[in-house]
C-alpha cells in the first residue's frame, strides 16, 4: 500500500444547490499500482464564506487586499512534484455585509476577520464616494485654507478654511419648478 499515490488536480469553487452551501474543492486521483485509479473530488474548504467571516479563517492576506487560499498540485508533466498554488478569495457575494434589521452596511467593528474587516471598509468608502458625488446639490461646501498676496499692502494674507452648509433647496427648488 506504500506505492499509492495521489495525483491533485486544479481547484475550484463549486455550489451545492440544495443547501446553497459553497464550497472550495479539488479532484485527487487516488493511483494504486495492479488496480484501477479512483478518481474523486474533496473539499478544501468547506464552506467559503463561514471562512471568509472568521477570524479564524484558513485564507491568507498579502496585506494589500489580496485574499487566496493554498492548496497543493501535482504538476502535470512531473507527478511526484507538487507545487503550491494560491487560489483567489472571491469578492463578496451581494448583501453580506448588510444588516437584515436595518437593512445597511455593518460596522467594521462587528465583523471579524482580515477579510471582512477589508471589504466592510471598502465597501463603506464605495457607499460614502457614492453619496457624496451622486448628489443633485452639495450639503457642504469646503473652501480649504489659503493665502494670497495683498496688492495694497504688498504682504501674504492667509484665509482660514472655511465650511460652509446648503441646508436650503435654494437652485434645485428653481429647477424642480421648472420642471413641474
Same mark, same amino acid.
Given at each position: 500500500m506504500n506505492d499509492v499515490k495521489y495525483i491533485k488536480g486544479q481547484a475550484w469553487i463549486a455550489k451545492d444547490e440544495s443547501t446553497g452551501k459553497e464550497s472550495l474543492v479539488q479532484d485527487q486521483i487516488m493511483v494504486v499500482p495492479g488496480v484501477d485509479s479512483v478518481s474523486c473530488v474533496i473539499a478544501l474548504v468547506d464552506d467559503i464564506w463561514a471562512d471568509l467571516l472568521s477570524s479564524s479563517g484558513t485564507y491568507k492576506t498579502n496585506d494589500k487586499g489580496y485574499f487566496?487560499? @493554498?492548496y497543493t498540485q501535482t504538476l502535470v508533466d512531473n507527478p511526484d512534484l507538487e507545487i503550491t498554488v494560491n487560489f483567489e478569495c472571491p469578492k463578496p457575494k451581494d448583501g453580506l455585509f448588510i444588516d437584515p434589521d436595518t437593512k445597511e452596511l455593518v *460596522? $467594521? *467593528? @462587528? $465583523? @471579524?476577520g482580515d477579510y471582512a474587516k477589508y471589504w466592510v471598509a471598502k465597501l463603506k468608502t464605495y457607499a460614502d464616494n457614492y453619496e457624496y458625488h451622486a448628489a443633485v446639490q452639495k450639503k457642504e461646501v469646503v473652501f480649504p485654507k489659503n493665502e494670497y498676496l495683498d496688492w495694497k499692502t504688498g504682504k501674504i494674507e492667509e484665509v482660514d478654511e472655511v465650511l460652509v452648509k446648503n441646508d436650503d433647496l435654494g437652485d434645485i427648488d428653481n429647477l424642480l419648478n421648472f420642471m413641474f
Open positions: 487566496y487560499w @493554498e *460596522d $467594521v *467593528d @462587528e $465583523v @471579524e
